[in-house]
């Protein structure tokens, strides 16, 4: 009789969450409670964000524009409001930063402070909206540097480096929504499946190749980056010596773009504009795009530095929209740039 095959054991996030606080003795259980609020208003965006081409008021811009004086899309500021309302209350916080704001957001009176802080950027990439493109949310979480403390958080408790993050990950609206975490032992993949309104574990030990053959920069901006990012292009785009050219894939939304490496390998370029002055110090933010994606990067077996070859998760925020280039993806791809980083 054929063996009844091994049934692959499904796991929720939720159950997740729980066996590894089981897993930490004395934990408290205010981190697990956490991620949980974190991902029930994940669900209620992925719900929208899915919607999206059908609720035409929720297209399309605002006439508001955000801190960033970006024109706000309408599902930038529902995402916002989700996990702003969630998170804001949930007692586990004690400070919260996110890109549509321009200060700390604290927790309301009358609600518990928590030991964490968090940064956010509710809904990256949402110029592509409108387009169906994949966006995503990317989160970073701290311990505040007073565990014990119950006054509330401050801008100090969120400006620490992104080696001392506690847990950073990023949700993925694309072909499927997908959750991936790390809370510093490895990097784990979580898979929304709408009929049970549950993240399924999907990609239990995410590993970035150590090589990869797709670069991803956009190349509308070559002619302000920097002589050794523009020779490193013009390196990995050569066929001399019968050399095959690296492959150009670029989305426009940084978490679509950085997944498809963490599973395919390849290297992720933003540099700094060094003839203009539009993004003197690179576009991307350290505290909730660049410092969340460096840590999950790394802690997939890739690197992260910023076109100058400091490593993101050694930089100091100075505050919190603060702005870095940023050089992400294969260990091998990144140490090759860095060859060319005098
Ligand atoms: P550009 C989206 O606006 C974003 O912040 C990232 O998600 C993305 O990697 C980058 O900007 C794209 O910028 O200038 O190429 O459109």
Redesign the pocket.
């Known amino acids: 009789m054929n063996s009844i095959p091994k049934q692959k054991k499904q796991i929720s996030l939720s159950q997740f969450i729980i066996e590894e606080q089981l897993k930490i003795p004395g934990a408290s259980g205010e981190f697990s409670a956490l991620l949980n609020h974190l991902v029930y208003a994940s669900k209620i965006v992925a719900r929208e964000v899915r919607k999206a081409g059908l609720l035409h008021d929720i297209l399309g811009s605002t006439d508001e524009t955000n801190v960033q004086g970006e024109t706000q899309m309408k599902l930038d500021q529902y995402a916002d409001n989700a996990f702003n309302q969630s998170l804001k209350i949930c007692g586990h916080l004690c400070a919260l930063a996110s890109e549509e704001h321009e200060e700390i957001i604290p927790i309301p009176s009358g609600y518990a402070i928590g030991k964490y802080t968090m940064a956010i950027d509710p809904l990256?990439?949402?110029?592509n909206i409108d387009t169906n493109v994949s966006i995503g949310t990317i989160f970073s979480i701290h311990q505040r540097l007073e565990p014990s403390s119950k006054a509330p958080g401050t801008e100090k408790d969120l400006l620490q480096k992104g080696s001392l993050q506690r847990c950073a990950g990023y949700i993925i609206y694309g072909s499927s929504t997908m959750l991936v975490l790390s809370t510093g032992k490895s990097v784990v993949g979580f898979t929304l499946d709408p009929s049970l309104g549950e993240f399924l574990l999907s990609h239990p030990d995410m590993k970035m190749p150590d090589s990869g053959s797709i670069y991803s920069a956009?190349e509308g901006?070559a002619s302000y980056w920097g002589k050794e990012v523009q020779d490193y292009i013009a390196h990995i785009k050569s066929i001399e010596g019968g050399k095959k050219p690296k492959t150009g894939r670029y989305i426009?939304?940084?978490?679509a773009?950085f997944h498809r490496n963490l599973l395919k390998g390849g290297i992720f370029l933003?540099p700094n504009d060094t003839k203009s002055s539009k993004y003197p110090n690179g576009?991307?933010r350290l505290l909730y795009?660049a410092a969340p994606m460096a840590y999950i990067a790394e802690q997939a077996g890739g690197m992260a530095v910023t076109v100058k070859g400091e490593r993101i998760l050694d930089l100091e925020p100075k505050s919190l929209h603060e702005r870095t280039t940023l050089v992400i993806g294969s260990k091998q791809e990144v140490l090759e740039f860095l060859s060319f980083v005098k």
């Not at 990256?124 to 110029?127: E, I, P, T, Y």
């Not at 426009?252 to 978490?255: A, E, K, M, Q």
């Open positions: 990256d990439g949402s110029s956009n901006n426009g939304s940084l978490v773009d933003y576009k991307l795009e």
